[in-house]
């Protein structure tokens, strides 16, 4: 900076030094005096190898800061996270309309236009973002006045990048997963609904479709961080809630684990068919139909299953009765107790169609 007095720069050297620093989280406001990054912040120097400058004239004054006087020279960077802070100088020649686009959006300009005084300030901060990577780019609108950076501000979890404006955009997915495509015939099995690609989403509603010629559901359950606050059946439909702020799914996150049992062989689906999600109170999103998963699910014999026309006649012959006339393996397969009805002989129906040692034709 060409007009700036060497008096006025050690002049606002000793104020650096003596201005306190404020420790509590989030308490500077834009325009305050920021020497040091506040509690819980940490600060990237204009240095940081991550910061692009492009432009004419880019230039270290002081040891404290990049600076340039040309129209669209301009300062960029990613980073990872919900905020940020810009750290730079009131100067009396400085540009009072430097463009801030966030992720390809324009947003409100900084001013760094005031008394000089060369004093590390918060100019400009930005909260609120969704928890994931943001680019951010600085534009100087005006030509002969002052684009300047002391640093960047980040929260601590944080991470500042090196600039790139095509972050590959990844769309919420509810996906339907099993351990095993493939289940024997009475077998219990688990489904688990994840919603996957998100951030800082903590309602969601959704409705599930499933083959209830091979599949009875017999339960379900959410995780300790979520509850379900609706179910509602034909169609199963489920509402579910984080419990609390630090409970919200980024990234991926298990909704739901639907219990199972293969009541019929061949394969079937299990098929969620509409999702919708909510952040913290102000978005709600649709899932796109390709983006809402289904899992097909494969029922097969029992390998060890030896049942055949013979143990029908036994079961109707007892029909009505108690099933402790019964011999031991149809007891281990219907149970110990209780009369014998309709389900006990289609339950063992599927089983002698299972058995391929049982060939209708000899």
Same mark, same amino acid.
């Given at each position: 900076?060409?007009?700036?007095?060497?008096?006025?720069?050690?002049?606002?050297?000793?104020?650096?030094?003596?201005?306190?620093?404020?420790?509590?989280?989030?308490?500077?406001?834009?325009?305050?005096?920021?020497?040091?990054?506040?509690?819980?912040?940490?600060?990237?120097?204009?240095?940081?190898?991550?910061?692009?400058?492009?432009?004419?004239?880019?230039?270290?004054?002081?040891?404290?800061?990049?600076?340039?006087?040309?129209?669209?020279?301009?300062? $960029?960077?990613?980073? /990872? #996270?919900? @905020?940020?802070?810009?750290? +730079?100088?009131?100067?009396?020649?400085?540009? %009072? !309309?430097?463009?801030?686009?966030?992720?390809?959006?324009?947003?409100?300009?900084?001013?760094?236009?005031?008394?000089?005084?060369?004093?590390?300030?918060? $100019?400009?901060?930005? /909260? #609120?973002? @969704?928890?994931?990577?943001? +680019?951010?780019?600085?534009?100087?609108?005006? %030509? !002969?006045?002052?684009?300047?950076?002391?640093?960047?501000?980040?929260?601590?979890?944080?991470?500042?990048?090196?600039?790139?404006?095509?972050?590959?955009?990844?769309?919420?997915?509810?996906?339907?997963?099993?351990?095993?495509?493939?289940?024997?015939?009475?077998?219990?099995?688990?489904?688990?609904?994840?919603?996957?690609?998100?951030?800082?989403?903590?309602?969601?509603?959704?409705?599930?479709?499933?083959?209830?010629?091979?599949?009875?559901?017999?339960?379900?359950?959410?995780?300790?961080?979520?509850?379900?606050?609706?179910?509602?059946?034909?169609?199963?439909?489920?509402?579910?809630?984080?419990?609390?702020?630090?409970?919200?799914?980024?990234?991926?996150?298990?909704?739901?684990?639907?219990?199972?049992?293969?009541?019929?062989?061949?394969?079937?689906?299990?098929?969620?068919?509409?999702?919708?999600?909510?952040?913290?109170?102000?978005?709600?999103?649709?899932?796109?139909?390709?983006?809402?998963?289904?899992?097909?699910?494969?029922?097969?014999?029992?390998?060890?299953?030896?049942?055949?026309?013979?143990?029908?006649?036994?079961?109707?012959?007892?029909?009505?009765?108690?099933?402790?006339?019964?011999?031991?393996?149809?007891?281990?397969?219907?149970?110990?107790?209780?009369?014998?009805?309709?389900?006990?002989?289609?339950?063992?129906?599927?089983?002698?169609?299972?058995?391929?040692?049982?060939?209708?034709?000899?």
């Amino acid at each position: 900076m060409g007009k700036k007095m060497l008096s006025a720069f050690l002049a606002g050297l000793m104020l650096f030094l003596m201005i306190p620093v404020t420790t509590v989280f989030g308490a500077a406001k834009v325009g305050e005096t920021l020497v040091k990054p506040e509690e819980g912040w940490t600060r990237y120097s204009y240095k940081s190898p991550q910061i692009t400058y492009s432009g004419k004239g880019w230039h270290e004054y002081g040891g404290i800061e990049f600076e340039t006087v040309a129209k669209d020279a301009a300062f $960029k960077f990613n980073f /990872t #996270g919900t @905020s940020f802070r810009i750290i +730079s100088i009131n100067y009396s020649t400085a540009s %009072d !309309n430097i463009s801030v686009i966030i992720d390809g959006k324009e947003a409100k300009t900084l001013s760094l236009k005031g008394p000089s005084d060369y004093t590390h300030r918060l $100019k400009y901060e930005v /909260t #609120g973002l @969704s928890d994931k990577e943001h +680019s951010v780019q600085f534009i100087n609108n005006k %030509d !002969n006045e002052y684009i300047i950076l002391q640093g960047i501000d980040l929260p601590a979890s944080a991470e500042l990048k090196p600039f790139n404006p095509d972050i590959p955009f990844t769309e919420p997915v509810l996906d339907v997963t099993s351990v095993s495509d493939r289940v024997y015939l009475n077998e219990e099995f688990t489904v688990q609904l994840a919603l996957n690609t998100v951030q800082n989403i903590y309602a969601e509603d959704f409705t599930i479709d499933y083959d209830k010629t091979r599949f009875q559901l017999v339960g379900f359950e959410t995780t300790d961080k979520m509850m379900i606050v609706h179910h509602s059946d034909d169609p199963l439909r489920f509402i579910t809630a984080s419990k609390g702020k630090a409970n919200g799914i980024n990234g991926d996150g298990v909704l739901l684990h639907l219990k199972f049992k293969a009541i019929g062989l061949g394969k079937g689906k299990v098929d969620a068919t509409k999702a919708k999600i909510a952040d913290n109170g102000k978005t709600e999103l649709t899932l796109a139909t390709e983006n809402v998963g289904e899992k097909t699910i494969e029922v097969i014999a029992n390998a060890n299953t030896d049942f055949s026309l013979k143990h029908l006649g036994q079961l109707a012959y007892y029909y009505e009765d108690d099933k402790s006339n019964l011999t031991t393996d149809l007891k281990d397969l219907l149970g110990q107790a209780g009369s014998i009805g309709d389900v006990d002989l289609n339950k063992l129906v599927q089983e002698i169609l299972a058995n391929p040692n049982y060939d209708f034709n000899k």
